[in-house]
């Protein structure tokens, strides 16, 4: 075999594992597999060239990149565990109290091991009393992302998404936005999707925007008052509906799949679709004018 195979084919094999890996056509432990295989040649080529100084020094740097590549991927172990993410119910509630504006969250749980959705919501639904509102199984490029996340936390500060929601909070406000600052403070929020919701609170706290109609909100928001996509929202339109509420004001880009969900699931909330903070407050001012949209 010529040498220049032996130094290529380990690195096919890293690819080839690593793609197969990422489109869930393998799993961690066969990824894994394919890095000490390509080891195992680059060992081979060591020893079948040992008297040729710069093959020798070739193989010999092969290992130690793919020895690397071993210790960086073999944290993908500890994620395979994870099967799925259940979605049930949290209560909404108001960062101003009678605001109306209502922050919808979803409790999230991660699910070790266990394949069989049917028997998992079965379980999980007879021992939390909690209706299992949604699931998403768990890929490996999720299992892939949050290794490297942690990899990454390691080296420089983990990106919170509450506290980027934080600081587009903050930069759309005006200073003397003072009511919302009890709840940018909390520790036991995750995810930026209150951004919306967070950001009318306030105004409506401040005067700048009147309401007096209970509404469901979700929606992450950029520094320029964007409205921007946020997940889970099966789960959170069900919650709007379970919880009462006539409205629910949602990103744009998640208007689609709300359509389809209250469809799908015979819901009577109204769903309203916003692109920017702008946007909400004019339909907030429509609701209170004339008790409805036309839209």
């Known amino acids: 075999m010529k040498p220049i195979i032996l130094i290529v084919l380990p690195f096919i094999l890293y690819i080839a594992g690593l793609l197969a890996y990422y489109f869930d056509k393998i799993n961690g432990y066969q990824f894994i597999i394919f890095i000490i295989v390509g080891l195992g040649i680059s060992i081979f080529g060591f020893f079948v060239y040992r008297n040729q100084k710069k093959l020798k020094a070739a193989f010999l740097g092969i290992f130690y990149i793919l020895a690397l590549l071993a210790v960086f991927e073999s944290r993908l172990i500890d994620y395979e565990k994870y099967t799925y993410f259940l979605m049930s119910y949290n209560e909404p509630f108001e960062i101003v109290e009678d605001s109306g504006i209502n922050v919808l969250a979803v409790e999230v749980i991660e699910i070790p091991y266990i394949t069989d959705l049917n028997y998992l919501i079965h379980t999980m639904e007879s021992s939390t009393y909690k209706e299992v509102l949604d699931s998403e199984v768990v890929t490996n490029k999720i299992r892939y992302r949050s290794k490297n996340e942690e990899l990454l936390s390691y080296v420089r500060p983990t990106e919170k998404h509450f506290e980027t929601m934080k600081e587009n909070v903050l930069a759309y406000l005006p200073e003397n936005a003072f009511a919302i600052n009890q709840f940018l403070e909390r520790e036991d929020i995750e995810g930026d999707s209150a951004g919306l919701a967070t950001v009318l609170s306030a105004l409506i706290e401040n005067g700048d925007v009147n309401n007096n ?17 946020i997940g889970s929202i099966k789960a959170k339109t069900l919650i709007a509906e379970q919880s009462g509420f006539s409205y629910i004001f949602l990103p744009d880009e998640n208007a689609e799949e709300a359509r389809k969900v209250k469809k799908d699931e015979q819901l009577n909330i109204e769903i309203i679709a916003v692109a920017s903070i702008e946007n909400a407050i004019t339909d907030i001012k429509k609701l209170n004018e004339t008790g409805a949209l036309n839209k």
């Open 213 to 229: 109609i209970p509404i469901a909100v979700t929606g992450a928001i950029d520094s320029k008052g964007n409205v921007k996509e």
